[in-house]
């Protein structure tokens, strides 16, 4: 069986809440969506997990630990590059709840907690701690992941490759996905597509499958 993951449903990456850093076509509609299709999953028989992007209130991804730069610029860190985002998901902030009934997620996976990196990664952050995402797809003796959320283009992209590069098949369900911009949604598309994720359109392509 394969294990899904829901990334990042979060308040401050919705325009339904109008959150900090809201993604575009982020509405309620689209939250439902994703809380209707995360329950068919599950209730098809598949372990659902969750990832939630947890930082503390001085994390380094954030423009204003940057003096004289603005949200939305990159800057060099040591080796990495790092886009400057506004100040999201903070531990215990409304921003940074998760909007999907928590009773669905068999566990709930919190990454980006150590202020010096980002992690766009639900298995790792750039300095290559771990989240403890690797263990619970073990314990399910997971060979596929089911994946989709937000962001198309930063968590969703690198959870894939990841996961690809850890072994495990990987489909993303495309319309239940969504990208910060355009041109950045679809080169991740096309490299998740090229490092060998199977994308499908609509959770009822998987569903059928599973027999449900
Ligand atoms: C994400 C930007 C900043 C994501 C997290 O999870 O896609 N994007 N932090
Ligand atoms: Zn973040």
Known sequence: METVLVVDIQA???EW????LAVPGTDEAYVQGVFQATRRFRDAGCPVLATQDWHPADHISFYTRHPGRKAFETVRLEA???IL?????VQDTD???LLIDPGLF???????TDRRYDSYSGFEDDGG???GLDRELEKRKTGGIILFGIATDYCVRATALHGLGRGYTVTVVASLCRGVAPETTEKAWAEMRAA????VEAPQDLLRRLGS
């Not at 809440?17 to 900090?20: H, P, T």
């Not at 985002?85 to 998901?89: A, D, L, T």
């Not at 060998?196 to 994308?199: H, M, R």
């Open 17 to 20: 809440k109008r959150g900090s």
């Open 85 to 89: 985002w506004p100040p999201h998901c």
């Open 196 to 199: 060998g994720a199977v994308i």
């Open 129 to 131: 701690g771990r989240t």
């Open 106 to 112: 068999e566990a709930v996976i919190r990454k980006g």
């Open 80 to 82: 990495r590059e790092q």
């Open 95 to 97: 921003g940074a709840a």
């Open 12 to 14: 401050d990456f919705t």
